[in-house]
């Protein structure tokens, strides 16, 4: 049984395109999160949200824009792809239940733009 | 500030080998959470372990330990008779606890470990 799923897993497109990806939990989450991992391997967080209200935005340039239709889903749009945003991007989740703060990962979507 | 520092950037063993990732915090919050995550080569992010503020006990899983010293603001890592499916990136994190907390995580660096046969 999948946990924290992301679609797609692979995303090649151009520069000037607008992309989005998918993430959806089955954990029962509340707290859902959208990460970005460089070539560096440094992981930055970009955005969370609990119960549909956004509760982290990062420093992110506003092509950016996550959208949560229901807690089980954390979607994220990307306007006007730059070269910069190839990176590979994980969604994770996380219980609201008191001192359980640990954060379960998607499998990542390697983004690569041209 | 919140911050985790992983000192060591790369470390490589050979198999059996003993080896302890390091892994110092600071943080002003009387209450937080500290987790260790693997990034294997395959690239998926894998929950360790998760250790509250208020629980000083080391914790044994397998070839796993965990050493949480408060004194020291560590939170070291060892693995015992390491296996070349040990290679792996990783991380220590560190999540405030005191009211008005985000859930942030406070993401360390990472340290690459290489197991050689």
């Known amino acids: 049984d999948t946990a924290v799923s992301q679609t797609p897993k692979y995303l090649v497109t151009q520069m000037g395109n607008d992309k989005s990806i998918k993430c959806e939990q089955n954990?029962?989450?509340?707290?859902m999160y959208w990460y970005k991992q460089d070539s560096k391997k440094f992981l930055k967080i970009m955005f969370s949200?609990?119960?549909?209200?956004?509760?982290i935005n990062e420093t992110v340039p506003n092509r950016f824009s996550p959208k949560s239709p229901d807690k089980a889903h954390l979607n994220l749009h990307i306007n006007s792809l730059e070269l910069g945003d190839s990176a590979v991007y994980f969604c994770?989740?996380?219980?609201?239940?008191?001192?359980?703060?640990?954060?379960?990962f998607g499998p990542g979507t390697r983004l690569t733009v041209t | 500030a919140q911050k985790v520092t992983q000192a060591q950037t790369e470390i490589s063993v050979v198999e059996k080998e003993d080896v302890t990732l390091d892994c110092v915090y600071e943080?002003?919050?009387?209450?937080?959470?500290l987790f260790w995550y693997k990034q294997p080569p395959s690239g998926e992010l894998v929950f360790l372990i998760r250790?509250?503020?208020?629980d000083e006990q080391n914790e044994i899983s397998g070839r796993y330990s965990w050493n949480f010293q408060k004194s020291t603001s560590s939170f070291n890592f060892t693995i015992t008779a390491s296996q070349v499916v040990d290679s792996a990136v990783y991380f220590c994190?560190?999540?405030?606890?005191?009211?008005?907390?985000?859930?942030?995580?406070?993401w360390g660096l990472g340290t690459s470990l290489a197991v050689n046969p």
């Open positions: 994770a989740s996380s219980p609201s239940l008191a001192g359980r703060r640990e954060q379960y």
């Open positions: 954990l029962g989450h509340d707290t």
């Open positions: 949200y609990n119960n549909k209200e956004l509760i």
């Open positions: 943080t002003r919050d009387t209450t937080y959470y």
């Open positions: 250790r509250n503020s208020f």
């Open positions: 994190a560190l999540s405030g606890g005191n009211a008005g907390n985000n859930r942030k995580l406070i």
